[in-house]
């Protein structure tokens, strides 16, 4: 299973918005409703962002948002705030009980 | 809460175990996997374990590696054989929460395989 296509970096100035692309096939992020994102901080464990493509958890601010287009879903992250620089990973089922990351990408605030 | 412990240093060809203590969820109630992390890389999910007991793995691990539960102790295990540089990351044992996401994640246990 090879790792979804995410930029290696995108960036943006406080109050702005940042849109990642997360880019797959027909076996995984095509495939399934099963799209979710990670946010990491640097030495810290993955944060649970975005579930079932556009779904949030409770806690997470309404400034996040995922959508899917085909076999491509997105992260958008609107009105930047410093705490938003981070790395974001997608991550997609891919059946046969197996998931598959993106490549990830590190999100700058400007 | 999660708490994997058991990483270290091991030559090429080694085995470890990791164990994955929770707190505040049953293991055995829930779905629970082991993902990795190289230095500086992405993401790699490795393997779950569903509530009936069936353990399910990534093609990178299968046949070298083992999930594992000891649900009166309320732990997570991962039994890794005939490890190669190519395992050395940081391993975290998730929850894999609803229909297919991770939502409780541990710190993390750093294996280094070298010789």
């Known amino acids: 299973q090879s790792a979804l296509t995410q930029p290696p970096s995108a960036s943006g100035s406080p109050g702005q918005s940042v849109t990642i692309s997360c880019s797959g096939t027909?076996?995984?992020?095509?495939?399934?409703?099963?799209v979710s994102w990670y946010q990491q901080h640097p030495g810290k464990a993955p944060k649970l962002m975005i579930y079932?493509?556009?779904e949030r958890p409770s806690g997470v601010p309404d400034r996040f948002s995922g959508s899917r287009s085909g076999n491509t879903a997105s992260l958008t992250v609107s009105g930047l705030q410093a705490e938003d620089e981070a790395d974001y990973y997608c991550?997609?089922?891919?059946?046969?009980?197996?998931?598959?990351f993106g490549t990830g990408t590190k999100v700058t605030v400007l | 809460q999660l708490v994997e412990s058991g990483g270290g240093l091991i030559h090429p060809g080694g085995s470890l175990r990791l164990s994955c203590a929770a707190s505040?969820?049953?293991?055995?109630?829930?779905?629970m996997s082991w993902l990795r992390q190289a230095p500086g890389k992405g993401l790699e999910y490795l393997s779950v374990?569903?509530?009936?007991?069936?353990?399910y793995y990534a093609d990178s691990v299968k046949g070298r590696f083992t999930l594992s539960r000891d649900n009166s102790r309320n732990t997570l295990y991962l039994q890794m054989n005939s490890l190669r540089a190519e395992d050395t990351a940081l391993y975290y044992c998730?929850?894999?929460?609803?229909?297919?996401?991770?939502?409780?994640w541990g710190r993390g246990s750093l294996v280094t395989v070298s010789s």
């Open positions: 998730a929850r894999k929460g609803g229909s297919s996401y991770f939502d409780v």
């Open positions: 505040g969820l049953t293991v055995s109630s829930n779905s």
């Open positions: 374990i569903y509530t009936g007991g069936n353990a």
């Open positions: 027909s076996s995984d992020v095509g495939g399934y409703n099963f």
């Open positions: 079932e493509v556009r």
């Open positions: 991550c997609s089922y891919a059946g046969n009980n197996k998931w598959v």
